[in-house]
Each structure stands twice: as C-alpha cells, then as structure tokens.
C-alpha cells in the first residue's frame, strides 16, 4: 500500500468539488461528508431517505478502505432540522451495534445543495 490512498468510488455520487470519497494513511482512514444523493443525481425528499443513502455511502467507502462499522472512532451528522434526530437515530444503532464511535450531531443552516438534509462523516482505525 502506498502512504496514502486517494479513493473515489465511481458507483457513488461524483464529489461536489476537488476531493475524494475516501482516504486512508496506514491505519488511519477518513471518509468525506456523504450525502442522501443516489448516483444518479436524485435527492429524495425525506430526511430518512437521505440518510440511509448516506449510511450506504458511507459504508461503501469504509469498505473500499478495507474498514467497517467496527473501526470507526468518531462521526460527525450534520443534520439541517435537528429535531428529525429521532428519525434517523435506529438506522444508526443499526448500524453501529455494539461498535459505538465518538459522535457530534450539529444542526446547520444549509448543505452544499438546498434539497440535501443530511450528510455524515467519518474518521476510522484499522489496527
């Protein structure tokens, strides 16, 4: 493995601006924010919706670093509408299990798009 990988997945949504999905230095890896937005550019209205596209995303990129939910230390959700934290909230333990990482869940006043309501990264350690 060279020092650092520079992953883009092309089966995701292309990133917004000069970055990539993924990046991984020895055991370290972090993925870039992800959002409810399929590959083929659709946004789905609902909160929920979006997230679980992201979680996919997500998932797929830790993946593609040769990580998974276990190895993730801390996440970030940036939610538009916090008050719709409830909804997303069981996807997450879902997700997560047991593996629980270090978290922040902040409200912002806009995405990089209007339509988008959520977008979630994160930092792993594959030892």
């Known amino acids: 493995m060279s020092a650092i990988q520079r992953i883009t997945l092309p089966h995701l949504a292309a990133p ?11 055991p370290n890896v972090w993925v870039s924010g992800v959002v409810g937005v399929t590959a083929d550019g659709k946004i789905p209205e609902k909160t929920v919706d979006q997230f679980d596209i992201a979680m996919d995303a997500l ?10 939910p276990e190895h993730v230390v801390k996440v970030q959700v940036f939610m538009t ?18 593996n ?3 978290s922040t869940l902040v409200e912002v006043s806009g995405l990089v798009d209007p339509r988008m309501k959520v977008e979630i990264e994160c930092q792993a350690y594959v030892g």
């Not at 917004?16 to 020895?26: E, F």
């Open 59 to 68: 998932h797929e990129c830790l993946k593609a670093a040769g990580a998974g």
């Open 81 to 98: 509408d916090i008050k719709e934290r409830p909804v997303i909230n069981p996807r997450r333990i879902a997700y997560f299990g047991e």
């Open 100 to 102: 629980r990482p270090a």
């Open 16 to 26: 917004v601006s000069h970055y990539c999905h993924v990046t991984r230095a020895g």
